[in-house]
T-cell receptor, first 115, second 116 residues
């Protein structure tokens, strides 16, 4: 079984400041890792994912996340946030497998960007 | 990218009535869709896995007779909340996976159900 921990339920940050949203996971097998973003009253959108290869993955809107196997972490970072980044962010994992496996989500972190 | 739609986006119904929520994959065929429920300030809870042409697989604790799932075609899955009660009020989200890459889910925009 897998579990995902997002310790910060809310993160307020001023516009143009850097931000890090923390994610730690637990699993007895290798996993795929994901970050999803949810805007108010909308479904989830995939922000970025780690499958294999380079441990640093980037999204098209300036976010990046680094897979750290030894610390079982996949923290999400952005060097300079915008008002439009205000949303809830979910970290998720699924077991590495040839077929589909269930995704386990964290409890989410609300990023509030302050003008 | 793959697009998943849900209808309706919001619905209000009276206690005791049933309501149907549709989930459609618009530009791809989805043999497998998922239904989630999201409570305020909580993460997504997987309710069931919907497989085209076969019975849905429900997660532990989810009443299959209350939450009826039908996956009649490769592009449509429906969730019917039967005899709705106020405690069924929630945000329901569906998702679908492509055959490749099989690990990636595409989510619908969600349906806000309010039972009065």
């Amino acid at each position: 079984a897998q579990s995902v921990t997002q310790l910060d339920s809310q993160v307020p940050v001023f516009e143009e400041a850097p931000v890090e949203l923390r994610c730690n996971y637990s699993s007895s097998v290798s996993v795929y890792l994901f970050w999803y973003v949810q805007y108010p009253n909308q479904g989830l959108q995939l922000l970025l994912k780690y499958l294999s290869g380079s441990t640093l993955v980037e999204s098209i809107n300036g976010f990046e996340a680094e897979f750290n196997k030894s610390q079982t972490s996949f923290h999400l970072r952005k060097p300079s946030v915008h008002i439009s980044d205000t949303a809830e962010y979910f970290c998720a994992v699924s077991p590495f497998s040839g077929g589909y496996q269930k995704v386990t989500f964290g409890t989410g972190t609300k990023l509030q960007v302050i003008p | 990218g793959a697009v998943v739609s849900q209808h309706p986006s919001r619905v209000i119904c009276k206690s005791g009535t049933s309501v149907k929520i549709e989930c459609r994959s618009l530009d791809f065929q989805a043999t497998t869709m998922f239904w989630y429920r999201q409570f305020p300030k909580q993460s997504l809870m997987l309710m069931a896995t919907s497989n085209e042409g076969s019975k849905a697989t429900y997660e532990q604790g989810v009443e299959k007779d209350k939450f009826l799932i039908n996956h009649a075609s490769l592009t449509l899955s429906t969730l019917t909340v039967t005899s709705a009660h106020p405690e069924d009020s929630s945000f329901y989200i569906c998702s679908a996976i492509l055959a490749d890459p099989v690990h990636e889910q595409y989510f619908g925009p969600g349906t806000r159900l309010t039972v009065t």
